[in-house]
């Protein structure tokens, strides 16, 4: 196993391991998300339920474990990568090879990453550590819980900063969903499960899922700037 | 036609290379790639200078002895052709042609635009073969193999370890033709026996030599001179995880 875990393959299963579960994770997230569209005792309830469903509180660790592991194989594989050529040539010709973001997936993974942060201080930090006057109890449904939707809207409908927030949250979606285009797909053919009819068929898939987590993020700030 | 060549030397592995230009005239579109620099190195040797040493033998695109990284792309700007296959009609008149060895860890310069490719070998040696004696050619239909598995296992055992995969790779990753050489005895009865060692073994002397790691940017098989398909990739992804699983 230990072979296995230092050879280049066993290094890239685990991006892809990895880079499927965070891809169910988006899924998850995206769906609780949009509860957003129908106001704000259905986004409450759903942000309600995700912060006290046993799973969900069993699950958070474990998917920061994935993005730490996807992140550190990550770099460890571009550092290797990019030693593998010392001298580079002076003269290039690219683009009818190969997707560009097939080769800028760390670059997109940055990207990612600094809106990740930006997002757990936004929203996951407040909620579970410093709290926000935001975020004071609602009653819903007989149910007292915290005012998520207050949270999230105060962000994006800040009379200064909310058209910022809002551009920086779709761009950090678009950046998701262009690391996913190439992503979706690697991530089958790293573990074996693809050839010539298949790869077609996941690349398709993979496009309509990058498409759908791009812009399923992106709905929800676009929705607050457009709503008044 | 007449040209401006701007040629890779360097004069032995340890030396500091840079780029030299050259001149060249009346070149006709019929000449190869290839031809056009014995063109050159006859002009050069007739001026008393060294000639630009690059690699190549067959010069009919199966030996994959020549290589050459030309104008930003491996084997020049057609494809699926090795550059012994390449014609001077695919450039036009005054053109500045660029010309640098494969570059990559696993391929150091040995002089010009050679490289040393044994990399390759080591590979092979690891496991690209098999043991035990298959006797000789058997009779039609006395090893059934289907029609899908022999032309699969004959796609990648067109291969010609020339290395443009490497070449062209960004990250310098040796696994099409790694992939190539394990489907090629995977796919067929005779090599199945040895399928999970020897994906094992090729795998971990590739990872020894300095190739970088697959991202599947499906770049290599655009340049592949044999068009072999990236899904040999995923085979040998494949083969090496269930190898890993058998243990
Ligand atoms: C929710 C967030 C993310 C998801 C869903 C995701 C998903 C994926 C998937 C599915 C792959 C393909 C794996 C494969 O080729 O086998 C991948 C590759 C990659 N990801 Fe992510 N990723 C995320 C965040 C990040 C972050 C934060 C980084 C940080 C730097 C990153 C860097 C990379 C790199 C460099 C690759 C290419 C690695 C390779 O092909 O060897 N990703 N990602
Ligand atoms: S896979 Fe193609 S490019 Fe790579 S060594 Fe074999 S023939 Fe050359
Ligand atoms: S010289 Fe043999 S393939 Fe080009």
Redesign the interface.
């Given at each position: 196993?230990s072979?296995?875990m230092?050879?280049?393959?066993?290094?890239?299963?685990f991006m892809s391991i990895t880079g499927l579960f965070l891809m169910v994770f988006l899924l998850v997230h995206l769906t609780a998300n949009l509860a957003l569209l129908f106001g704000p005792e259905a986004f409450n309830k759903v942000s309600h339920f995700m912060g006290t469903n046993p799973i969900i509180q069993v699950m958070q660790p474990v998917l920061a474990i994935g993005f730490i592991l996807h992140i550190l194989y990550a770099s460890m594989?571009t550092i290797?990568?990019q030693?593998?050529?010392?001298?580079?040539?002076?003269?290039?010709?690219?683009g009818?090879?190969?997707?560009w973001t097939?080769?800028n997936?760390y670059i997109l993974g940055g990207v990612v990453l600094s809106f990740l942060v930006l997002h757990i201080i936004n929203f996951f930090w407040k909620m579970k550590v410093t709290g926000s006057p935001l975020l004071n109890e609602v009653e819903v449904d007989g149910e007292m819980m915290e005012n998520a939707y207050g949270l999230v809207v105060g962000l994006f409908k800040d009379p200064q900063l909310g058209i910022v927030y809002s551009l920086v949250y779709i761009l950090g979606a678009v950046g998701l969903g262009f690391h996913l285009t190439?992503g979706f797909?690697?991530s089958f053919?790293?573990?074996?499960?693809?050839?010539?009819l298949w790869?077609k068929r996941l690349t398709a898939v993979g496009y309509l899922f990058a498409l759908l987590i791009g812009a399923g993020f992106s709905i929800i700030p676009l929705f607050l700037m457009i709503t008044a | 036609m007449d040209l401006k060549l701007r040629v890779?030397r360097q004069k032995d592995a340890n030396s500091k290379g840079g780029?030299e230009n050259y001149d060249v005239q009346n070149i006709t579109t019929d000449a190869s790639f290839l031809e056009m620099m014995d063109i050159l190195n006859e002009q050069l040797v007739n001026s008393g200078q060294d000639p630009v040493a690059f690699d190549h033998d067959c010069r009919e695109g199966i030996c994959g002895m020549c290589s050459l990284?030309i104008?930003?792309?491996a084997h020049g700007p057609d494809t699926e052709v090795t550059t012994c296959q390449l014609h001077m009609r695919k450039f036009k008149d005054g053109d500045t042609i660029?010309i640098?060895p494969w570059?990559?860890?696993?391929f150091p310069v040995i002089k010009d635009l050679m490289v040393d490719r044994s990399a390759y070998d080591k590979i092979l040696q690891a496991g690209g073969y098999v043991s035990v004696n298959t006797g000789g050619v058997p009779d039609a239909n006395a090893l059934p193999i289907s029609k899908i598995d022999a032309d699969e296992a004959m796609d990648a055992a067109t291969c010609i370890g020339c290395g443009a995969c490497v070449a062209?790779c960004?990250?310098?990753?040796a696994?099409l033709f790694v992939s190539a050489k394990v489907s090629q005895l995977a796919l067929l009865p005779q090599g199945k026996v040895e399928a999970s060692r020897r994906a094992?073994a090729m795998?971990?002397r590739?990872?020894e030599l300095?190739?970088?790691?697959?991202?599947?940017?499906?770049?290599c098989e655009?340049?592949c001179p044999k068009g072999i398909?990236?899904?040999h990739?995923?085979?040998?992804?494949?083969?090496?995880?269930f190898a890993?699983c058998k243990?």
């Amino acid at each position: 196993m230990s072979g296995f875990m230092s050879s280049s393959i066993g290094k890239k299963f685990f991006m892809s391991i990895t880079g499927l579960f965070l891809m169910v994770f988006l899924l998850v997230h995206l769906t609780a998300n949009l509860a957003l569209l129908f106001g704000p005792e259905a986004f409450n309830k759903v942000s309600h339920f995700m912060g006290t469903n046993p799973i969900i509180q069993v699950m958070q660790p474990v998917l920061a474990i994935g993005f730490i592991l996807h992140i550190l194989y990550a770099s460890m594989l571009t550092i290797q990568n990019q030693k593998a050529r010392p001298e580079s040539y002076a003269k290039t010709v690219n683009g009818h090879q190969s997707s560009w973001t097939s080769k800028n997936m760390y670059i997109l993974g940055g990207v990612v990453l600094s809106f990740l942060v930006l997002h757990i201080i936004n929203f996951f930090w407040k909620m579970k550590v410093t709290g926000s006057p935001l975020l004071n109890e609602v009653e819903v449904d007989g149910e007292m819980m915290e005012n998520a939707y207050g949270l999230v809207v105060g962000l994006f409908k800040d009379p200064q900063l909310g058209i910022v927030y809002s551009l920086v949250y779709i761009l950090g979606a678009v950046g998701l969903g262009f690391h996913l285009t190439h992503g979706f797909w690697s991530s089958f053919q790293t573990i074996g499960m693809s050839n010539d009819l298949w790869r077609k068929r996941l690349t398709a898939v993979g496009y309509l899922f990058a498409l759908l987590i791009g812009a399923g993020f992106s709905i929800i700030p676009l929705f607050l700037m457009i709503t008044a | 036609m007449d040209l401006k060549l701007r040629v890779w030397r360097q004069k032995d592995a340890n030396s500091k290379g840079g780029f030299e230009n050259y001149d060249v005239q009346n070149i006709t579109t019929d000449a190869s790639f290839l031809e056009m620099m014995d063109i050159l190195n006859e002009q050069l040797v007739n001026s008393g200078q060294d000639p630009v040493a690059f690699d190549h033998d067959c010069r009919e695109g199966i030996c994959g002895m020549c290589s050459l990284y030309i104008n930003g792309r491996a084997h020049g700007p057609d494809t699926e052709v090795t550059t012994c296959q390449l014609h001077m009609r695919k450039f036009k008149d005054g053109d500045t042609i660029t010309i640098e060895p494969w570059r990559s860890g696993g391929f150091p310069v040995i002089k010009d635009l050679m490289v040393d490719r044994s990399a390759y070998d080591k590979i092979l040696q690891a496991g690209g073969y098999v043991s035990v004696n298959t006797g000789g050619v058997p009779d039609a239909n006395a090893l059934p193999i289907s029609k899908i598995d022999a032309d699969e296992a004959m796609d990648a055992a067109t291969c010609i370890g020339c290395g443009a995969c490497v070449a062209t790779c960004k990250n310098s990753s040796a696994m099409l033709f790694v992939s190539a050489k394990v489907s090629q005895l995977a796919l067929l009865p005779q090599g199945k026996v040895e399928a999970s060692r020897r994906a094992k073994a090729m795998v971990a002397r590739m990872d020894e030599l300095g190739f970088g790691n697959c991202t599947n940017t499906g770049a290599c098989e655009v340049e592949c001179p044999k068009g072999i398909s990236i899904a040999h990739i995923a085979r040998l992804n494949r083969e090496f995880l269930f190898a890993t699983c058998k243990e």
